[in-house]
């Protein structure tokens, strides 16, 4: 599902869908019969239709988030869009948060449209940090769903470390283990797997890569979310993020 970014986008998916919602409540209340005309039924089994029930779900959504409900557990690989939907729980416009941030409103559409693809951890706290929401990550087992350690999303890379740590597990064997789920290919035009900096075309020099990522907390490697997603799927983890709004 894509996201309504801003209240313009809001009301321009609501005059568009004005005449959908009113064939979609009155299929809803007769049901797909006979009495039915071909047409109108044609009709509400067109990709349009389809697009249409689509928006209504984009537009419901918005206006979940613009009462100040939001999703208060999600998988960490989700962050960069929750983002977008605490700043429109938070009441505030892409205007807005641009001054926050001290960039312009064009680079704020930009990032948000991109869904702030490729930032790193840290890049996210700080985003988090201007925002009223109070986020923590846990870290479960996947095989008994015991929590195992929290931490904040500044700080992912440093509780991935101590996981793998607490579980003995070598720097060889969790570099085995990325390739054993298809997490990691050793190939520089096959980053789709791997994009905290670290590209190399062999076993040897990629452990020495997670060495020194380790050892720098992977926040000069530009650990992003989808990695800490990837090395925690490598650990048999789970990271989740727990989200408030502050109201």
């Known amino acids: 599902m894509s996201l309504i970014l801003t209240d313009e986008e809001y009301a321009c998916a609501k005059k568009m869908l004005s005449n959908w919602e009113e064939l979609f409540a009155k299929y809803e209340s007769e049901g797909d019969t006979e009495a039915q ?38 998988d960490v690989g989700s962050l960069p869009r929750m983002l977008i939907c605490f700043r429109i729980a938070a009441g505030l416009s892409q205007d807005e948060f641009a001054e926050k941030l001290g960039c312009t409103a064009q680079e704020v559409r930009t990032n948000e449209r991109n869904e702030y693809h490729g930032s790193t951890a840290q890049r996210m706290q700080a985003l988090l940090d201007l925002l009223p929401v109070t986020t923590v990550v846990v870290a479960e087992s996947l095989d008994t769903t015991q929590e195992l350690n929290r931490c904040s999303v500044l700080d992912l890379g440093l509780m991935l470390k101590s996981v793998r740590e607490s579980q003995g597990m070598s720097y060889e064997r969790l570099v085995e283990r990325l390739q054993e789920e298809k997490l990691l290919a050793l190939d520089k035009t096959k980053q789709d797997y791997w994009d905290c900096g670290l590209s190399w075309l062999d076993v040897s020099s990629f452990v020495d890569g997670i060495k020194e990522a380790e050892a720098k907390s992977y926040r000069e490697m530009g650990m992003t979310t989808t990695t800490a997603k990837v090395v925690a799927k490598a650990l048999r983890i789970r990271l989740t993020v727990k989200a408030k709004l502050n109201r």
């Open 37 to 74: 005309s071909l047409e109108v039924r044609e009709k509400l089994r067109s990709p349009s239709a389809t697009y249409a029930r689509q928006c209504l779900e984009e537009i419901a959504f918005y206006e979940q988030l613009k009462a100040g409900n939001i999703v208060e557990s999600f």
